[in-house]
């Protein structure tokens, strides 16, 4: 429940969010979680559908960053979503 009634939320050291701890977000802001690079593809991809099949908001944006070399399949992360994917300063942005 560390997610459900905060706006906008950062955590530096975030090792211990599971991705099922963000299901539970509404109507946040901004997420931004350091530190956590545990979640895989296949996880992301559950977050994403989750999140569009939810009958409200869950985030406006989200940044997870990744700091280990594992490798992120944005073609299994997109899996069945619909996106536009924008370059700007060197940089790949998608919208869902």
């Not at 906008?8 to 109507?27: F, G, M, P, R, T």
């Not at 990744?66 to 924008?86: G, I, M, P, Q």
Request: charged fraction near 25%; proline fraction near 1%; charge should be negative.
């Amino acid at each position: 429940m560390a997610f459900s009634s905060f706006n906008s939320i950062e955590y530096h050291d975030a090792n211990w969010v599971q991705i099922e701890d963000l299901y539970n977000l509404k109507n946040a802001k901004s997420v931004k979680l350091g530190a956590n690079n545990d979640f895989t593809n296949s996880e992301y991809n559950m977050l994403i559908e989750n999140w569009l099949h939810k009958e409200w908001d869950m985030f406006e944006k989200l940044e997870i960053p990744r700091y280990k070399w594992v490798s992120l399949r944005l073609h299994h992360v997109l899996e069945d979503v619909e996106v536009v994917t924008v370059r700007r300063g060197g940089q790949s942005k998608y919208v869902l």
